[in-house]
């Protein structure tokens, strides 16, 4: 039976499932959807669709327009508006829905958590005088904004569009690398403690292996319920 898949990007996960399925079904129509956060997206097989849907109402549009047969969440596991809506417009086009959550990472030996439940908790956890790497992305930094008294390390794919809202930051770019890579980063910054969220995956994990290794704290922000 020949679909049409409307994939939920924005992980490795999403672009790997893309590349199976317009592998293994060639006569299937794969469209995986993006956000545009990201100035230059690493390359997706199938169709490429870009931006916001404009909420349930437009998601819902857009299946029923496109006579979308499946949608597949495969979303950052922390995106809860958009899978939040995905589940509401399935229902109103009465699409299949799948999800495809990574698993959270398990805490190892060596590793040095302190679990918080939001951002806000985060910016609170962190000690004075702190040299923190911030691995969340420019949309999370405001709860971050009253730290006067910490210096960041902000790591971003692409450079800020505007001045970052922190008084005292510097900006790392590109993509998370290998424990070694990273370890080298947070050696050459001074990192004193690592805040993150609990993405789960392969692709963001060094930094986890080279806290290990280096012996500082990771204050990990949980996942949502």
Known sequence: ?????????????????????????????????????????????????????????????????????????????????????????????????????????????????REVASEADAAAAIPPGARVFLALGSQHLAPFEARRDVHFIVRMIDPPASPLPLASHTIVTGKPGPAAEEERVLRDHAITCIVCRNSGGDGAYGKIEAARTIGIPVIMIARPA
């Open 1 to 113: 039976m020949t679909e049409t898949v409307l994939i939920l990007g924005g992980t490795r996960e999403a672009a790997t499932l893309a590349r199976r399925l317009v592998d293994a079904h060639p006569d299937w129509r794969v469209v995986t959807s993006l956000a545009g956060r990201t100035a230059e997206p690493a390359p997706v097989a199938g169709e490429i669709r870009t931006g916001g849907f404009g909420g349930i109402a437009g998601l819902a549009d857009f299946l029923r327009r496109e006579r979308i047969t499946r949608m597949i969440d495969a979303t950052h596991p922390y995106a809860r508006q958009i899978s939040a809506n995905a589940a509401e417009a399935a229902a109103l086009a009465g699409v299949k829905l799948d999800v495809h959550t990574r698993p959270p990472w398990d805490r190892q030996p060596g590793d040095d958590w």
